[in-house]
Each structure stands twice: as C-alpha cells, then as structure tokens.
C-alpha cells in the first residue's frame, strides 16, 4: 500500500498538471471501488476547476471549484497517472516490479475505473486492479470532519510533530513500538516500510514497548521519522510493485532500504555474514518486521 512519500509525490504530480485547469470531461467506468462512487461522480466532476491539491496522512484531496473536494486512497494497488491525450500508458509494475503491458483492449489502462479529461489535452486516470482504492466528495470546508480524516494524528512533517507530542501519545502504551507507529492516530501517514527504516535510523528495536519511547529517545524518533519521509520523496517514493509516480515512472528509495525487505543482509552499520547474522525479519501482528539486532534496542 502506497505511503506517506508515495502518496505525497503522486499529489504532487497531479497538482502540476491539474491546478488550474478544468475537468472537461469526466468518466465512471464502475459503480465504485472499495465502497460506491458519490451519486453522480463524473457529472459533479465535469466543468469543475482544479484550484489544489491537499494531503492528509495517505489520502489526498483535490480541491475544486464550488467547495468541493474529490478525497482519494490509492488502496493496495492503485496509481493515478497523468498523460496528455494520444499518448499510452506506461507499462506497468508486476510482481516483484517487473514491467508488464498496463493496456486494455480500447488503448486505455486496464483496470481504470476513474478518468478524467481537461479542457487543454490532458488525461488522468485512476487504475486499480483490486479495487481498494476510495473516491469520495466533501465539503472543503469539512475536509478534516471526514469520516476517514477525523482522528488522525499529526502529520509527521510538519513543525507541530515534535518529541514532546510524540511523548504524549506513547505514554503507557504496551504495545510494541512498530504498532504504535502504524496507528494513524498516533501519527498519520506512516506504513511498514517507512516505520521500520525511521526506527532503524533512530536505533529502537520495533519490539521496544511504545511506552518506553519518550524523552530522548523519542527526541531521535521524531527527526529520523521526518528524515526518512524526506529522502524517499526526494527519490519520487518507493516501487515495490504497483506503486507509479503520476507521470507514470518509479520511484527509486527501494534501492535506499536499510533494513526493509532485506533479511539476512548486511545494515550499513554492521559487517554482515559471518561477523553478524545481518537484518532480521520477523513477524508482528501477522506482518513482517525487519531490523537490525545489533543496533536497535
């Protein structure tokens, strides 16, 4: 599932295509996704200007013209790209990250169940083949009210995240570590990959009780938390397998990984095989968890 960087990058991607301009046409291909389309999507869609862009943990929201917002999740599989018209879709990512052919019998994306098209030639298109993705319409004004939006915890990047409220949402929790970071009401926008590099960064062992992590050694979580969220968008995100930028390349932070998805290797800090046994991989609450024992405590 698409991240913080991820979704961050895409946002950012559309928002220089699409602010400014106005949605001409607009297409619904299917009743929904994860849950049904708003009543009368396309339509509410078309004629509408783009006038931003917004992120809020990993969903984004496209402001329109009017008072309304289009919220997207990219769910599991998702990628919105942006292509002027007459030009095909890249290939896209298969397992492992293998390139494979993303078009349909029409030339279109297969698997593209949102599409819509701007006065000058531009066309955006929302894929997604398990359909775990969510669109939805909300009052600009009510954005933070959103059924999916309310609760959630402090962007990470910005200035107000900082060790003393972190400290605060840690205290007296007994689960570990790496969980308490993945809930979106502790902080919002983080996901597996991007927890278990922050903690690597800062030195904590993801099975640390969360409780434990105030002071100073939330002092090193915060900044590594934002450290790590900045160098992957830097790098246009992370391309595991579906994950695409908006103008349908990859991102490069995979080859940045420290300690995710690589067991057994060597972490930067230590020698590896035979001196250390190198990262290890375990599991917590059903998913896998990577890290180094040597440094993280």
């Not at 018209?85 to 993303?102: H, I, K, R, T």
């Not at 402090?154 to 400290?167: G, I, N, R, Y």
């Not at 502790?186 to 278990?196: H, K, M, R, T």
């Not at 030195?203 to 160098?231: N, Q, Y």
């Amino acid at each position: 599932m698409p991240e913080l960087p991820e979704v961050e990058t895409v946002m950012r991607g559309l928002s220089a295509v699409l602010t400014g301009r106005t949605i001409a046409q607009a297409e619904t291909r299917r009743a929904g996704l994860r849950w049904p389309f708003p009543e009368n999507l396309a339509g509410r869609l078309t004629g509408s200007r783009v006038e931003g862009f917004r992120r809020r943990g990993k969903y984004m929201l496209m402001r329109l013209s009017g008072g309304t917002s289009m919220l997207v999740h990219l769910g599991m599989s998702g990628r919105m790209v942006a292509r002027q018209e007459g030009v095909p879709p890249a290939p896209s990512l298969g397992p492992q990250g293998a390139a494979s052919d993303s078009r349909g019998a029409a030339g279109g994306e297969a698997h593209e169940h949102l599409v819509m098209h701007t006065a000058d030639g531009w066309r955006v298109g929302f894929c997604d083949p398990r359909r775990f993705g969510v669109v939805d319409l909300v009052p600009t004004a009510a954005e933070d009210s959103h059924r999916l939006l309310a609760g959630m915890g402090p962007e990470p990047l910005e200035d107000a995240f900082t060790p003393a409220v972190l400290s605060k949402a840690l205290a007296g929790k007994q689960t570990p570590i790496k969980a308490a970071l993945l809930d979106q009401r502790v902080v919002a926008g983080l996901g597996n990959i991007y927890v278990a590099e922050a903690l690597y960064r800062a030195g904590l062992s993801p099975e640390r009780l969360a409780g434990t992590v105030t002071g100073a050694r939330a002092a090193r979580l915060v900044p590594a938390i934002k450290a790590v969220l900045r160098d992957s968008i830097e790098a246009g995100g992370s391309s595991l397998r579906d994950y695409v930028r908006a103008d349908g390349e990859v991102g490069f932070f995979q080859d940045r990984f420290s300690v995710y998805d690589r067991a057994g290797l060597a972490c930067p800090a230590c020698p590896g095989p035979p001196k250390c046994q190198g990262v290890a991989r375990i599991v917590q609450a059903g998913r896998s968890t990577f890290f180094c024992p040597r440094t993280q405590r």
